[in-house]
């Protein structure tokens, strides 16, 4: 039987349709929110304006695009959350309108769910036989803006948290340092980018200490800006004359915080299917690290495509499609949750 689904993301400051039909996705827009950049961050109220513009041009686009028509579509799938609460009741309420009008099924998604089943899409032009998923028990590493999670997953629909950050998360310790340098928004991007110039061990950051598989980075951003503050006591010119260093350091430092406990969690389970999802997987010395470190520890390793681990509704989609599967359907009194 074939099923489409219509996916919805406005969790953060991207408005996101997608078209998947079975697991392949058809389309998948995205519309980025330039309006924050002034600010150094996303601003909620403007986030949500911004959905509000958006959301009906992106999908429309992604049913053009996805060649279909309305009615071919079997369910709508949306961002319950976690999120911004102004920003989730945009594609809340879309979703509602769409379900009523198309006389179609509403499926609620948690965004966390969705970032780590974009492993199961199929992107499109693909052979279905050349794609590798995940093979249950695996170990997924959650890192986005507001998460990092080390997580045990069982099934789709089974999973078990068994490390995760006691504060910060690495996405925020990124976008944090990048704005320490002055860098503009969002920070975690313009390391990479600045990174790949710089010399990863020109500065060293020390690691927390924090007890099992849990993670902590409000200790080192706190520490990169007490060390440029005592910098900058010296040379006004610090930052300006040390970014790529500075960038290439602390990514260096994040990546390595991150690793090490993931290398913990494949002993201690045994487990060695291990995947990264997540905005802060498309950091490409994470990609490459956890690369060499598969190869150190003989994992096999997944990792999203770059369009798949930052914020998209092709995740809302597949996620969708596996609740559809369930008949797992959403009740139209549902609200949207800032926390899940
Ligand atoms: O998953 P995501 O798109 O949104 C949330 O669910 O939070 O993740 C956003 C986070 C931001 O902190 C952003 O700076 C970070 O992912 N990020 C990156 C890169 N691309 C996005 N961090 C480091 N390197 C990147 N290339
Ligand atoms: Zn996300």
């Known amino acids: 039987m074939s099923v489409v689904i219509l996916g919805i993301e406005s969790s953060c400051d991207d408005t996101s349709a997608a078209i998947i039909r079975n697991r392949v996705e ?22 949500s304006r911004a959905h509000q513009q958006n959301i009906i041009p992106v999908v429309d686009y992604a049913i053009k695009k996805a060649g279909i028509k309305k009615h ?5 799938a949306f961002t319950r959350g976690p999120g911004l609460l102004g920003s989730l009741l945009v594609g809340t309420s879309f979703a509602k309108g769409f379900a009523i009008m198309n006389q179609i099924p ?5 965004h966390l769910h969705a970032h780590i089943l974009s492993h199961f899409i199929i992107p499109k032009d693909t052979n279905p036989a050349e794609i590798h998923h995940p093979e249950f028990p695996f170990i997924c590493l959650l890192v986005s803006g507001g998460h990092t999670q080390i997580i045990v997953i069982h099934d789709y629909f089974e999973m078990e948290v068994i490390g995760q950050t006691i504060d910060d998360a690495a996405g925020e310790a990124f976008d944090k340092c990048a704005k320490i340098m002055g860098l503009p928004y969002p920070g975690g991007p313009m390391i990479d980018k600045l990174a790949k110039q710089g010399d990863a061990t020109k500065y060293e950051f020390t690691r927390p200490s924090i007890k099992d598989l849990d993670y902590s980075f409000s200790g080192l951003k706190t520490a990169f800006l007490y060390f440029i503050r005592d910098e900058l006591k010296q040379n006004p010119d610090f930052i300006q004359q040390n970014t790529p260093d500075l960038c290439a350091s602390i990514q ?9 406990k993931l290398v913990l969690a494949a002993q201690e389970t045994g487990i060695r299917e291990i995947a990264l999802a997540g905005g802060v997987s498309a950091n490409s010395a994470l990609r490459k690290t956890f690369t060499e470190t598969a190869k150190e520890n003989n994992w096999n390793i997944y990792i999203p495509p770059l369009r798949y681990s930052t914020d998209n509704a092709a995740m809302i989609a597949i996620t969708g499609y596996y609740k559809y599967q369930k008949q797992d359907f959403t009740d139209f ?5 800032a926390r899940m």
């Not at 071919?72 to 709508?76: F, M, P, R, S, T």
């Not at 260096?252 to 090490?260: G, K, Q």
């Not at 009194?333 to 949750?337: L, Y």
Request: charged share 15%; hydrophobic share 50%.
């Open 26 to 47: 058809l389309s998948n827009v995205i519309a980025n929110q330039d309006v924050h950049r002034a600010y150094g961050g996303v601003v909620p109220e403007l986030a």
């Open 72 to 76: 071919d579509i079997d369910a709508i």
């Open 106 to 110: 509403l499926i609620e998604v948690n």
């Open 252 to 260: 260096h430092t994040i990546v390595d915080i991150l690793l090490h």
């Open 333 to 337: 009194n549902i609200v949207p949750k």
